[in-house]
């Protein structure tokens, strides 16, 4: 599936991942701390109390999906595969997938691993339903 035709452009604009992007597939899990937005590291920024602060998706860098699907588009064929050294949240993998290129995902921290796995199974459950329904 080609993303992209034309001339490749320069730059790319999109909006960070929502928490709707990022939770996706995570229903049920046990939501972790947000380390890096205690509020402490910066005693001067303000937080308010009522800040919450654990989610489902805790990894510090969730990349936008769309964000990861015009990447891949730009050096990736469409019977390539990508391999994502570093999955973090699975962003890369979940934009793989939907595009239909075959996905490698390594990732060091087990926690991270688990959040990749799901948001990765839920995307590819969500793209098999809608090639189910189309034809």
Not at 68 to 73: S, V
Not at 81 to 100: E, Q
Not at 102 to 117: M, T, V, W
Request: glycine share 10%.
């Amino acid at each position: 599936m080609a993303l992209h035709q034309g001339p490749v452009s320069r730059f790319f604009y999109c909006s960070k991942a929502g928490r709707a992007e990022r939770d996706a597939g995570l229903a049920g899990l046990e939501p972790g701390p947000l380390l890096w937005s205690s509020g402490t590291s910066n005693p001067g920024s303000f937080q308010s109390p009522r800040t919450v602060r654990a989610a489902r998706n805790f990894h510090p860098t969730v990349k936008p999906i769309a964000l990861m699907a015009w990447l891949i588009g730009m050096v990736t064929p469409s019977d390539g595969l990508v391999l994502d050294p570093f999955a973090g949240s699975g962003s890369t993998g979940i934009a793989a997938v939907r595009a239909r290129w075959r996905f490698i995902g390594i990732e060091l921290d087990p926690a991270y691993a688990r959040i990749a796995r799901r948001r990765i199974a839920a995307a590819l459950s969500s793209a098999n339903a809608t090639e189910e329904n189309s034809a």
